[in-house]
């Protein structure tokens, strides 16, 4: 039990540093731009790998409960991007090659592509229109590809794997969310009127 309320203690604290230290302009310009898809109804698509595109999905559910036209890669129901709509890149590497394929498909079709990562000069972060860093592993695996790494048994130097960078983009997203609500006056009764009401009962 010491060991796992080190590990949650230590997660949080690593989440209030980077609370601290996001930059307020990549977190405005980032948030306007979701304001605005809203408004024109672009649509948004949420693109990530592992436990970066569970991350995405959790962020996609609470954009849908605010109204927002948003789908998941990979998902059956997603509809072609075109132009100007909003892909929001998920990676904290910003090498993981099949986010990076995505991001650069979506690109061709003029639409707005955000990277969220850790690593500023990643090629995700270079091909993208916008940047949000949300530190989190302080070294890159020599395999890039995370699929290629899952499969080869590599696993990242920084214990437990990419754990800050999932966990601390979580909490962003989260923050995000209120945040949105108080900028586009949605409640909380308004949300839930959006929240699923048949769901799988086994």
Known sequence: MTILRQ???????????????????????????LVNANKNR??????????SALVGKAFAMRLMHLDFDVYVMGETITPPVRKDDVIIAVSGSGRTQIVLTAASAARKM?????????????????ISDHVVIIPGRTKIAREADYFTRQILGIYEPLA????LFEDTTMAF?????VTLM??????????????ANVEYIG
């Not at 609370?19 to 306007?32: P, V, W």
């Not at 437990?160 to 754990?163: E, I």
């Open 7 to 33: 590990t949650m203690k230590e997660i949080a604290k690593f989440i209030e540093r980077t609370a601290d230290i996001l930059d307020e302009s990549q977190i405005s310009d980032f948030l306007n731009i």
């Open 42 to 51: 672009n649509k948004i698509l949420i693109v990530g790998a592992g436990r």
């Open 110 to 126: 003029g639409a707005h592509i955000i990277a969220i990562t850790s690593f500023r000069d990643s090629p995700l972060a270079r």
């Open 160 to 163: 437990p794997l990419g754990t």
């Open 173 to 177: 997203f989260d923050g995000v969310i």
């Open 182 to 195: 108080k900028k586009l006056n949605i409640t909380e009764e308004d949300m839930k009127n959006r929240h």
